[in-house]
């Protein structure tokens, strides 16, 4: 970091020495995986920041890494506008924000793995500056990845690291389009995930749970038909979360719009099941996984169950256990859903 430059000029007219403040200059590129900035402060009175800064710090991390921020102490000159000092931070060149007064700015997240910190300030006004800490990581989703499709690894809030399948920002939290990946699992298969994240899989309901955490998001299900038909439909929800472990990932749905159909109405509410976890509704004997090959949010009889068996074509050969959506099917086709299975499904997840 340069200090402030300081010159001193002699005016013989008036025998006079008079101290001239030229603008101060600095800042720094940071590779390393963790440091800190600072406000650039001379010894003034108070160690208040320096007039006339014009400081940046770019933050690069590994190729598919993202910055972290975090500001600790900030107290920068205020306006409405922030017209005099201001911090600005970008992510790479696309601003995300400038911040001044004496609220904390929020955790800041690069989509980027380059993250640039500007600070300037005029020759009025100091105040005690920032301090900010930052950490190299993983993207926490797919938002920053808009014109992205394919494979990312991401870290959530507080927890690890995993592979997913983005598309145009979204997280995909499950795709079935060819029968090669077994849904009808065990508990812990669907706590953890499976899959292929480039092909047939599923995230894994603790991933999910981790995700639902750190922001809002809407639920996507898209849905194509067999052929010759290969009618496309999906719906989306507005509502939409999962509790934890200790709820049985309970599904909370709704605000649904869409060309599909509302299938997810009557689970609202419901607890995760698999076949040798028995979590549904049903007050009878009966295990709803079991006796629809599948795995699902389940009340008792569904009227959706994205997760059953995958039949080589339209017909399910045994009622209720292959993929189904039933509403837009009746819609469309007005007969028995759950004689029907689709072709393909997509499950994900976008930020609101």
């Known amino acids: 970091m340069t200090r402030g430059v300081y010159i001193l000029y002699a005016f013989a007219v008036t025998n006079l020495l008079t101290y001239v403040q030229a603008a101060v200059q600095c800042g720094a590129t940071l590779s390393v995986a963790s440091g800190a900035i600072t406000s650039p402060c001379a010894g003034n009175p108070g160690h208040t920041y320096e007039h006339e800064a014009n400081c940046e710090w770019t933050i690069n991390a590994a190729s598919g890494l993202s910055v972290h921020l975090t500001f ?10 922030c017209e005099y000092d201001y911090v600005e931070v970008y992510d790479d060149q ?13 955790l800041l997240i690069s ?15 100091s105040k005690k500056g920032f301090h900010a800490s930052y950490i190299t990581s993983y993207p926490t989703d797919c938002s920053g990845e808009q014109t992205f499709t394919g494979v990312k690894i991401i870290q959530p809030t507080g927890h690890g690291s995993f592979s997913v399948y983005c598309s145009k920002g979204c997280v995909y939290l499950a795709r079935r389009f060819d029968g090669s990946v077994e849904f009808y699992r065990k ?9 292929n994240k480039a092909g047939e899989h599923f995230i894994g309901l603790e991933n999910l749970v981790a995700l639902l955490k750190q922001r809002k998001y809407k639920l996507r299900v898209d849905l194509t038909m067999w052929p010759p038909k290969s009618k496309t439909g999906y719906a989306e929800y507005s ?15 709704g605000g649904y719009s869409g060309t599909a159909g509302d ?21 009878d004997s009966v295990n709803c996984a079991v006796a629809n090959k599948g795995a699902w949010w389940y009340q008792a009889c569904p009227s959706a169950n994205l997760f059953g068996s995958y039949p080589d074509s339209h017909v399910c ?6 993929i189904s959506w039933a509403q837009w099917y009746l819609e469309y086709i007005g007969r028995n859903p759950h004689l029907y299975s689709f072709r393909k499904v997509d499950m994900s997840i976008c930020p609101i």
């Open 239 to 253: 509502n939409f979360d999962v509790g934890g472990s200790n709820t049985n990932y309970s599904l909370t749905v």
């Open 111 to 125: 989509s980027s793995n380059r993250m640039r910190v500007v600070f300037h300030s005029d020759r009025s006004v």
């Open 94 to 106: 696309r601003l995300i924000g400038r911040y001044c007064g004496t609220t904390l700015p929020p």
């Open 263 to 283: 299938s997810l109405h009557g689970h609202n509410g419901a607890q995760f099941s698999t076949y040798d976890r028995d979590n549904d509704a049903t007050v």
């Open 317 to 322: 050969p045994q009622s209720g256990t292959c």
């Open 187 to 195: 508990w812990v298969d669907y706590q953890n995930g499976f899959g």
């Open 72 to 81: 600790s102490i900030f107290d920068v000159e205020y306006h409405s506008k």
